[in-house]
C-alpha cells in the first residue's frame, strides 16, 4: 500500500491510520477502507503528475487536480456512495498532515461533491427484536454456556444502544462484582469518548447468567464476552450468528447486529424520548447524526397514515 508515495508520505500515511484505529478508535473494515481510499488517491495522482506523490504535490494541489480525479473514479463506474467515501478519507488525510505537519492544502476544503442520499437506519420492529434476542437462547446443539452469551450480548446492543465493538470491548470488571443488580455502564465510544448508558435489570440478569454459566475465567480486566476457545470474541462470530438466528426467523438481511442499537434509538424515539437523551445515550458527538432517527419515525408514521386511514 501506497507505493507509489514517497517514503515520507507513505509514513505519514501511515500514522494516520494508526491515529483513526487508535485514538479514534473507528472498526478496522472502516481503516482499511480509508486506506485504500487514499492508495487510490495517491495512484491517481503519481500518474497524474508522472512521479511518486511528495509533501510539495500534497500542498500544491489544486481543485482541477481533485475534479480530475473524481472525474476518473466516474469513468471507472464507482458509486457516488464510494467516491463520497474517499473523499472524506482524503479530507481526513489531509487534515492530519495540516494539524501534524503545517502540510495545508485549501482545494480539499473548496471542493463540492453530491454524495449518495444517505441511507435510513433499519431498525427493527420491537416483537422482533425481542425474537432475535430470545432465539439466540433456544436449546441448540450449541453449549449452553454460548447460547446464554449470545443472547446476553444481543440484549445489551438492543437495551443499551452500544455498538458491536464497544460491547466486545467490555471487560468483565465493567458488571462490577455483582452483574444482576447492575444498572449502568461506563461505555468508551469513537474518539476515546466515554459515556453512561442504562442497563435494563432483564439485561443485568441475563449478563450475570452469562458470567456464571461462562467455563472460562472471568478476571476483572479481561474481555468480559469469550469465544468457543477462551479467547476474545470476534464480531465476525456474532454476525455469522445473528445471519443464522433472522434465517430461522424469517428477519430480513438488515437484521444484523448494529440494527440492534438502531431498534434502540428508534423505539426510544417513537415512545416520546428526547432527541438530546438519545444522542448522548448513543454517544455522537453531533445532534445531526441523531436526528436521522427523527426521518425514520416520519417514515414510519407516513407509512402507518397511508395503510389505516379510510382514504389512504
Do not use: N
Request: aromatic residues 6%.
Amino acid at each position: 500500500m501506497f507505493t507509489r508515495a514517497s517514503e515520507d508520505i507513505a509514513r505519514l500515511a501511515r500514522a494516520w491510520l494508526a491515529r483513526l484505529a487508535g485514538e479514534r478508535r473507528l472498526a478496522v473494515r472502516t481503516v482499511r477502507g480509508y486506506g485504500r481510499d487514499l492508495d487510490g488517491f495517491l495512484d491517481f495522482l503519481a500518474g497524474h503528475r508522472g512521479g511518486p506523490v511528495d509533501r510539495a504535490d500534497l500542498a500544491g494541489l489544486a481543485p482541477a487536480d481533485l475534479r480530475a480525479w473524481l472525474a476518473d473514479r466516474q469513468r471507472r463506474g464507482y458509486a457516488r456512495s464510494s467516491t463520497a467515501r474517499a473523499l472524506a478519507a482524503l479530507r481526513s488525510f489531509l487534515r492530519f498532515l495540516e494539524r501534524t505537519h503545517g502540510i495545508a492544502c485549501p482545494a480539499a476544503r473548496a471542493i463540492r461533491f453530491g454524495g449518495a442520499k444517505r441511507a435510513l437506519p433499519r431498525a427493527l420492529a420491537p416483537p422482533e427484536a425481542a425474537a432475535l434476542t430470545e432465539a439466540a437462547a433456544e436449546a441448540g446443539t450449541r453449549p449452553g454456556w454460548i447460547e446464554l452469551r449470545d443472547r446476553a450480548l444481543l440484549l445489551l446492543l438492543w437495551g443499551s444502544g452500544l455498538r458491536i465493538g464497544e460491547a466486545l470491548a467490555l471487560t468483565r470488571g465493567a458488571l462490577g462484582p455483582e452483574p444482576a443488580a447492575l444498572r449502568s455502564l461506563a461505555v468508551r465510544g469513537k474518539g476515546g469518548r466515554d459515556r453512561l448508558v442504562p442497563v435494563l435489570p432483564e439485561v443485568a440478569e441475563a449478563l450475570a447468567a452469562y458470567c456464571v454459566a461462562c467455563p472460562w475465567t472471568l478476571p476483572a480486566d479481561g474481555p468480559l464476552f469469550r469465544g468457543a476457545r477462551g479467547g476474545p470474541l470476534q464480531p465476525a462470530i456474532v454476525q455469522r450468528r445473528v445471519r443464522e438466528l433472522r434465517a430461522a426467523l424469517g428477519l430480513p438481511e438488515t437484521a444484523t447486529p448494529h440494527a440492534l442499537r438502531h431498534s434502540f434509538a428508534s423505539h426510544l424515539l417513537a415512545d416520546g424520548a428526547d432527541l438530546r437523551a438519545i444522542q448522548e445515550l448513543l454517544g455522537h458527538r453531533s445532534l445531526s447524526t441523531t436526528q436521522i432517527y427523527t426521518r425514520v419515525e416520519a417514515e414510519r408514521l407516513a407509512a402507518l397514515h397511508a395503510a389505516r386511514h379510510p382514504r389512504g
